[in-house]
């Protein structure tokens, strides 16, 4: 059964840029045609895709966060990344990983990691 | 604004069958892109639940279905217990921006 851990600095200063870790276990990261993705939650809101990845290095992102965002997989460490740069008070969420089977839908997902924006 | 419109919240007594609809554009739901269900306890990650084509994980009980007609999808909930209490968000796939969620559901069981 796979699951995903998010795993990062819990605070950013503003202007810089966001790092998190997702690690895969249970599975390969190089199984079948899964992609690999990130979502967020702002607090005590809904959900905001971010972007996500094929262990090919094929990637898509948010139209809306495609100028700040960088996602990568790391095949040998069984994870994948996610860098924001720039970051300001409204990029302060919830950030998840998840499994996107087909490049479809969200399943599983990791428990989330808050990352506060603040000088 | 979210591109997938849900009610803010609805709300049944135990035992009742409940529906939470989503309704999209001919730009995702309207062109025939899958719909995708998640519950969201309290505090806790979002979970797949099921599609538009009734398509559940193992371990998700058949009281949830889904359905899909036009710009519009549904997820229903029967025999409503204390424990659906929760989140919901609808997901699809849209061509201009791919991946679009709804705004999500309180579901209240009172």
């Known amino acids: 059964q796979v699951q995903l851990q998010e795993s990062g600095p819990g605070l950013v200063k503003p202007s810089q840029t966001l790092s998190l870790t997702c690690s895969v276990s249970g599975d390969s990261i190089t199984s079948r045609g899964d992609y690999w993705g990130w979502i967020r939650q702002h607090p005590g809101k809904g959900l905001e895709w971010i972007g996500y990845i094929h262990f090919t290095g094929s990637t898509y992102y948010s139209p809306s966060l495609k100028s700040r965002v960088t996602i990568s997989v790391d095949t040998s460490k069984n994870q994948f990344s996610l860098k924001l740069t720039s970051v300001t008070a409204a990029d302060t969420a919830v950030y998840y990983c998840a499994r996107v089977p087909h490049a479809d839908w969200f399943d599983p997902w990791g428990q989330g990691t808050l990352v506060t924006v603040s000088s | 604004q979210s591109v997938l419109t849900q009610p803010p919240s609805v709300s049944g007594a135990p035992g009742q069958r409940v529906t939470i609809s989503c309704t999209g554009s001919?730009?995702?739901?309207?062109?025939?892109?899958?719909v995708y269900w998640y519950q969201q306890l309290p505090g806790t990650a979002p979970k797949f639940l099921i599609n538009a084509n009734g398509d559940r994980p193992s371990g998700i009980p058949e009281r949830f279905s889904g359905s899909k007609s036009g710009t519009s999808a549904s997820l229903a909930i029967s025999g409503l217990q204390a424990e659906d209490e929760a989140d919901y968000y609808c997901q699809s796939y849209d061509s201009s921006l791919r991946v679009v969620f709804g705004g999500g559901t309180k579901l209240t069981v009172l």
């Open positions: 001919s730009s995702n739901i309207g062109a025939g892109y899958d």
